[in-house]
């Protein structure tokens, strides 16, 4: 469901490409109709990090398991604690069997998760290398905020309206038409992580975390293209 303010942008969007248009409300006559589409699009260096950590570990019976894996998962959040700033929510867990060559069960398997979020990436890089005492780095990626992002798609789509318009004259002038109407326009928002070019560190643990804490390691929170396309068809007014 759309929030009020998502509403009112696209509202303002819509009412922007309809205005100073020449008899828009006339009824078609579906010749001279032209598509084509405008585009705004931006580069914006990535601003929050999303990882996830995990610990496997083997026991005797699932309970065992579960008290080791539990305990893990305890202990890490008790570390995380110590980054406000930093959001962090436990993730699958999973257990399973292992069986001997007579089907006979002799032990259990598991996995816990625990997944890290946050804008803050100096203080989630140091809470990722406190965790890697005892957690495995499983996944690191790097986007866009959604906060942010919603400020600069509401930017393009004022932009691209702006560009469809003026395409529109331009095509509607070319082909020697008086004016032209909108018939269809549909907007479209997409992003995509390419290559990444800003680098931080993920630090030793800290003293709080125990001794024993991996090397320094330089990451790049890397850039994300943000594009908001607006494809529509025209009627020329002759």
């Known amino acids: 469901m759309l929030s009020l303010q998502k509403y009112a942008m696209i509202s303002g969007v819509a009412t922007l490409l ?9 009824e078609t006559t579906g010749y001279d109709q032209i598509s084509f589409m405008s585009e705004a699009k931006t580069e914006v260096v990535n601003d929050e990090l999303y990882a996830s950590m995990y610990q496997k570990a083997q026991a005797k019976t699932a309970k065992a398991l579960a008290i080791k894996l539990n305990k893990t998962m ?3 959040m008790e570390i995380a604690k110590a980054y ?3 959001e962090v929510t436990t993730g699958q867990q999973s257990t399973y069997p292992k069986y001997d060559k007579k089907e006979n069960i002799v032990g259990w398997t598991g996995q816990a998760t625990v997944n890290i979020k946050s804008t803050h990436l100096d203080d989630a890089s140091q809470l990722i290398a406190d965790l890697q005492n005892n957690l495995v780095l499983d996944n690191l990626q790097f986007g866009v905020s959604d906060k942010r992002k919603d400020k600069i798609k509401a930017d393009l789509l ?4 702006e560009r469809f318009q003026n395409r529109a004259e331009t095509i509607s002038k070319s082909w020697g038409a008086t ?3 909108v ?3 549909d907007l479209n928002t997409g992003n995509s992580y390419y290559s990444p070019v800003n680098s931080f560190s993920i630090r030793g643990a800290t003293k709080g975390a125990g001794a024993g804490a991996p090397a320094s390691q330089n ?3 890397g850039n994300s293209k943000i594009s908001v396309t607006a494809n529509g068809v025209i009627e020329l007014i002759r």
């Open 84 to 86: 406000p700033n930093v």
């Open 18 to 26: 309809i205005s100073n248009m020449s008899s828009v409300q006339a």
């Open 219 to 221: 990451f790049a929170s």
């Open 179 to 181: 004016g032209y109407r």
């Open 158 to 161: 004022l932009k691209v309206a």
């Open 74 to 76: 305890n202990n890490a």
């Open 183 to 185: 018939i269809k326009v």
